[in-house]
């Protein structure tokens, strides 16, 4: 997958239409909040989200920045992913789960 990076949001297009997103406004200086994943139906099973939030974590490191996480999939994958611990932000574990519905 080619993914592009556009502002708070990685995502990827196929035949002119987005089929994959993450979302990532910042909260504060240096701080996000990954807020919504998404895949289409097509390509889900497929590895497409944990990608998608590679790529957030390869963005958010090269930037310097620290990330909360409201949405339910990307605090599990963080969860699962120690190895990203360091763009964590403290206390990000706190936050509710509360995805925000696909624009």
Known sequence: MTFTTENDRIFCRQEGRVVAE???P?????????DHT???PSLRGQGAA???M????????????KARATCSYAREWLSRHPEAADI????WQDDPAACRLRR
Not at 26 to 34: C, D, E, N, S, T
Not at 54 to 65: H, W
């Open 88 to 91: 964590l932000d403290e206390g």
């Open 22 to 24: 993450v979302t990532f």
């Open 50 to 52: 944990g990608q998608l």
């Open 54 to 65: 590679q790529a957030v974590v390869d963005t958010l490191r090269a930037d310097g920045r």
């Open 26 to 34: 910042q909260i504060r200086p240096g701080a996000v909040v990954i």
């Open 38 to 40: 998404w895949v289409d």
